[in-house]
């Protein structure tokens, strides 16, 4: 079955660059989408069709894919980014996968 | 604005079934897909399944075995039934409006269900 990998964490000091990485061999088919879920909430889309960003959504979250591999980079990092990202995507026949999650924390 | 409320059990016993529905308010359920998923305790996000408004279906295939999705669209409503549940079944379970292209571009707020006796 089709599984998307990440990192289990990345840390970051405020105001520095967090880049979140998601592998997965349909990548370069499919579009990635990006989730943020705080604790005890439901996840907000942050980015869309790789690098799409829905409106609301500050600035500083982008987005890039480069062959196997799509990138979530928050610039600027603040404390309120603190929390788990996912990366999503969908075969061929529309199943959908959740990648394991990113615990991004803020030093 | 849209928005979606799950409502079932929040205990269910082994080897029974799990059933949730999901109610949509302010907007048609037509015209879009929609998602079951869901999030056992501190671990991360499983799809579970999603309905075309038109009934249409497709689901995770390390569950199909057991999932049905329906869709009642003059109540606005879409259900989740999961069979011969276990202990890891026990997860917040979460309604969601899915796109065309698979995202999720709402959710509802989550339910947790326990499985146990």
């Known amino acids: 079955s089709y599984e998307l990998t990440q990192p289990p964490s990345v840390s970051v000091s405020p105001g520095q660059t967090a880049r979140i990485t998601c592998s997965g061999d349909a990548l370069p088919k499919q579009y990635a989408y990006w989730y943020q879920q705080k604790p005890g909430q439901a996840p907000v889309l942050v980015i869309y069709?790789?690098?799409e960003r829905p409106s609301g959504i500050p600035e500083r979250f982008s987005g890039s894919s480069s062959g196997t591999t799509v990138t979530l980079t928050i610039s600027g990092v603040q404390a309120e980014d603190e929390a788990d990202y996912y990366c999503?995507?969908?075969?061929?026949?529309?199943?959908?996968?959740f990648g394991g999650g990113t615990k991004l924390t803020v030093l | 604005q849209v928005q979606l409320q799950e409502s079932g059990p929040g205990l269910v016993k082994p080897s029974e079934t799990l059933s949730l529905t999901c109610t949509v308010s302010g907007g048609s359920i037509s015209s879009y897909y929609w998602s079951w998923i869901r999030q056992p305790p501190g671990k991360g996000l499983e799809w579970i399944g999603y309905i075309y408004y038109s009934g249409s279906t497709n689901y995770n295939p390390s569950l199909k075995s057991r999932v049905t999705i329906s869709v009642d669209t003059s109540k606005n409503q879409f259900s989740l039934k999961l069979s011969s549940v276990t202990a890891a079944d026990t997860a917040v379970y979460y309604c969601a409006r899915t796109t065309v292209t698979t995202y999720i571009d709402l959710w509802g707020r989550g339910t947790l269900v326990t499985v146990s006796s």
């Open positions: 069709k790789d690098s």
């Open positions: 999503q995507s969908a075969d061929s026949s529309g199943t959908v996968v």
